[in-house]
């Protein structure tokens, strides 16, 4: 079975700060993938990133980093010197080769950014 | 592109009324999905098509029905509306890929209030 944990319900930061949302799955399959999906206050769900399971490479865009870590079944996300717009309910999600593009999502985890 | 639409956006129903919410996507998209999002739970998957005409389904699909007659529409029918269905629906297409891999494209929601 396939499942995702975001341990954290919300984060609160003052701007500037730098903020690290953790993901956590589990999943017996080799092959799989993983995502992150942001939801602001307006409500759509926005695509961020997408990561296979043989690529451990973190990556960086912009202010966002991931770092993915196979020993440890985590996924994390940063936001580096976070901004208000960074506001938002952020999304971890699973995906195996046998589940024909079904996602298995944690629970969300709300960052509120201040001035 | 218009993306994924839904229609409506907001919808109060009766407790045993019934209602068809649609998603059309403009992509080409094989693969399309109906979510709910209740607080706390993150997004759990309805029904999901991997094309034309096919239907499967997810995590909750209990009191929910749904049709893909034609590629770019994918029908979310409620036939006897429950309190227990109150939620915010998002409907979502993929291209699919070789392993279903590819990322999710999300509309923007309908919030649905059953009294």
């Known amino acids: ?115 | 592109n218009a993306g994924v639409t839904q229609t409506p956006k907001f919808r109060v129903l009766k407790t045993g009324q019934s209602m068809t919410l649609l998603c059309a996507q403009d992509m080409n998209h094989e693969y399309m999905y109906w979510y709910r999002q209740d607080p706390g739970m993150g997004l759990r998957l309805i029904h999901y098509s991997v094309g034309e005409g096919t239907t499967a389904k997810g995590e909750v699909p209990d009191g929910y029905n749904v049709s893909r007659l034609k590629k770019q529409n994918f029908l979310l029918g409620l036939e006897s509306a429950a309190p227990s269905q109150t939620s915010v629906y998002f409907c979502a297409s993929s291209y699919g890929g070789r392993e279903g891999q590819s990322e999710q494209f999300f509309g923007p929601g309908t919030r649905l209030t059953v009294l």
Do not use: H
């Not at chain 1, 949302?21 to 695509?47: A, H, I």
């Open chain 1, 1 to 115: 079975a396939q499942k995702v944990t975001q341990a954290q319900t919300e984060i609160s930061v003052v701007e500037k700060e730098d903020v690290t949302l953790d993901c956590v799955y589990e999943t017996r399959d080799t092959t799989y993938y993983l995502f992150w999906y942001k939801q602001p206050p307006s409500g759509e769900l926005v695509f961020l990133i997408r990561r296979n399971s043989f690529d451990e490479q973190n990556e960086i865009s912009g202010r966002y980093s991931w770092n993915f870590q196979k020993s440890t079944s985590s996924f994390n996300f940063t936001i580096t010197a976070s901004q208000v717009v960074d506001s938002a309910v952020y999304f971890c999600a699973l995906m195996t080769t046998d589940s024909w593009g079904k996602f298995q999502f944690g629970a969300g985890t709300q960052v509120v950014v201040t001035p």
